[in-house]
């Protein structure tokens, strides 16, 4: 079992940052791949950013070159640098988890809460 809490979320306008963070526990987090999702009113819940243990890393393409993902093994947290936000960013974001092989993700996905993201324009 994973647990994890999400924090950082907020209202802020266009143009501006924020940084998610996400808290792990329960397994061995340097093994884990984790994943920023998030998902807006009456949209389906979309992968946002995703890192491996080996270093693979990938975004969505609305989000590239203004979100970054990021962790730290010594604290078992995970972050969302969120840059030059849009209105279209708003919605809940979730901190996802799953174990690993080889460097792939196996297993269940684990999942944070959720934190409410709103950006005004």
């Known amino acids: 079992q994973v647990h994890l809490v999400e924090s950082g979320g907020g209202l802020v306008e266009a143009g501006g940052s924020l940084r998610l963070s996400c808290a792990a526990s329960?397994?061995?987090?340097?093994?884990?791949?984790l994943a920023w999702y998030r998902q807006a009113p009456g949209k389906q819940r979309e992968q946002v950013a995703t890192g491996t243990p080996g270093g693979r890393i990938d975004y969505t393409d609305s989000v590239k070159g203004r979100f970054t993902i990021s962790r730290d093994n010594a604290k078992n947290m995970v972050y969302l640098q969120m840059n030059s936000l849009k209105p279209e960013d708003t919605a809940v974001y979730y901190c996802?988890?799953?174990?690993?092989?080889?460097?792939?993700?196996?297993?269940?996905?684990?999942w944070g809460q959720g934190t409410q993201v709103t950006v005004s324009s």
């Open positions: 996802n988890a799953r174990r690993t092989f080889n460097d792939y993700k196996i297993g269940p996905n684990y």
């Open positions: 329960g397994s061995t987090f340097s093994s884990l791949a």
